[in-house]
């Protein structure tokens, strides 16, 4: 007499739970569960064959996703016992129907018990049927809206139904689930985007901060109203015109955002990360580079995209253009800048910085001091401190902190270096001292 086991299942009678015990099968390595015998191995035959075999092949086929009869055959043993032969599923995770992907309706083989799978297993599964591409593979959180999705198809014409959603990568062909896709572009998107204000250039001194959910069509909106309300606006007099920069072009902070949401690795459950402080502002996305790429690829514009349907609807929508265009764009807006963008990469994660174009050494022009001195480069700050110098003749400290809005020390350093260009003299020490045009 053969005992229950790994890959053999007793059954007295047909009972509800039998399908677990398929899904638990399939999911595993195969078995054979016989109807009709105890778990002592006890034959006890079935009191209706013909009727519990009907409901057996019908049941199984529409209590069990995907489709597992492919890999179940039945066989009838002197009209007594149904041998249910189950093989190893080539599309797991298999699950109950009524419970969906998750641990209550998956099962697996443990011993000679069938019993729930945990997340790593039910995720294991997904990987190993649906190959590496996290966006196609589907996703363990079935139960998905798509309000904020369907807001923005509309606002740029673009077909959003349900019949689009395979063509769009957000539902599979084998069982039309959602995928990672749907996911990330639903409401109930499980990543999100934090900005951090910071007080000083080391990003130590907070100030604020915001977190940012849901679609990540809500997510781009949000943090981009954001980011706008932290781009000041500096003002400048050139003779009586008055000259107003932003810290940051707002097609730079645009594309820089998109690039970060659009090309972060999303198999991570890690938030992007943007920094903020007076200088600079960082955009700091989950995953490296793809192998065989580098920085200066990406700052010449070659792009081989991460997550390429999700790069594929941005693009329908117009949000982005062709690949690799955004990051040349940034560079072309900072092209007159003293201070460029930069990129730095590790193994996981991929920073953007943007330089404050208003802060010291960005925008520049060039005045000749003399024909045999190379360009003095001017930057916003020190254009204010000439015009004021021009008209009222001459400032002292205080008053260059506060026309600037800046500390002591920084005042300082500034004085020096206009000093050092012969754009300005220093008259006099401490408290005395005072600064006139050169």
């Keep these: 007499m053969q005992y229950e086991s790994g890959c053999i299942e007793y059954k007295s009678q047909m009972i509800d739970d039998i399908y677990k015990e398929v899904i638990a099968f399939a999911n595993t390595d195969g078995g054979v569960i016989y109807i009709g015998i105890d778990d002592k191995g006890n034959l006890t035959g079935i009191d209706n064959v013909d009727e519990t075999y009907t ?146 250039d080391a990003n130590i001194t907070f100030k604020d901060a915001k977190e940012f959910g849901g679609s ?36 730079a902070l645009r594309e820089a955002l998109l690039n970060a949401l659009v090309h972060r690795d999303y198999s991570y459950s890690g938030s992007i990360i943007i920094n903020v402080n007076d200088s600079c502002i960082e955009f700091i996305s989950i995953g490296g580079l793809l192998p065989g790429l580098s920085a200066d690829d990406i700052r010449n514009g070659i792009s081989q995209p991460r997550n390429r349907k999700l790069a594929e609807i941005f693009h329908r929508l117009r949000l982005i253009e062709s690949y690799g265009i955004g990051i040349r764009k940034i560079y072309a807006l900072y092209k007159d800048c003293a201070v460029q963008p930069r990129i730095e990469v590790t193994t996981n994660t991929f920073k953007l910085v943007l330089p404050n174009m208003n802060a010291s050494g960005s925008v520049a022009e060039s005045v000749p001091e003399t024909a045999e001195k190379a360009p003095v480069v001017v930057t916003p700050q020190m254009k204010t401190v000439m015009d004021y110098l021009a008209e009222y003749g001459e400032m002292t400290d205080e008053d260059l902190q506060e026309l600037l809005n800046i500390k002591k020390t920084r005042a300082y350093l500034l004085a020096r270096q206009m000093s050092e260009c012969g754009l300005i003299d220093i008259i006099g020490r401490g408290a005395a001292k005072k600064y006139k045009l050169k």
């Design 55 to 200: 409901r057996l092949t019908n049941e199984i086929r529409d209590a069990i996703a995907p489709d597992v009869t492919m890999f179940v055959r039945y066989v009838l043993q002197d009209n007594k016992v149904i041998q249910i032969e189950v093989g190893e599923g080539s599309y797991k995770p298999y699950y109950l129907k009524s419970k969906g992907m998750k641990p209550n309706g998956v099962y697996v083989r443990q011993g000679a018990s069938s019993v729930q799978a945990s997340p790593d297993q039910i995720r294991r599964m997904i990987k190993d049927s649906d190959g590496d591409v996290f966006e196609e593979m589907r996703t363990a959180q079935q139960e998905l809206s798509f309000e904020e999705a369907e807001r923005t198809f509309k606002r740029y014409k673009v077909d959003f139904s349900e019949a689009k959603y395979i063509a769009l990568g957000l539902r599979n062909i084998h069982d039309d689930q959602y995928t990672n896709l749907a996911m990330i572009l639903s409401d109930q998107c499980q990543h999100t985007t934090k900005i951090a204000v910071f007080g000083d």
């Design 216 to 251: 990540i069509f809500k997510q781009l909106d949000d943090s981009y109203a954001y980011l706008t309300l932290c781009n000041r606006t500096a003002a400048t007099f050139k003779g009586l015109e008055r000259v107003e920069l932003s810290d940051y072009p707002e097609d």
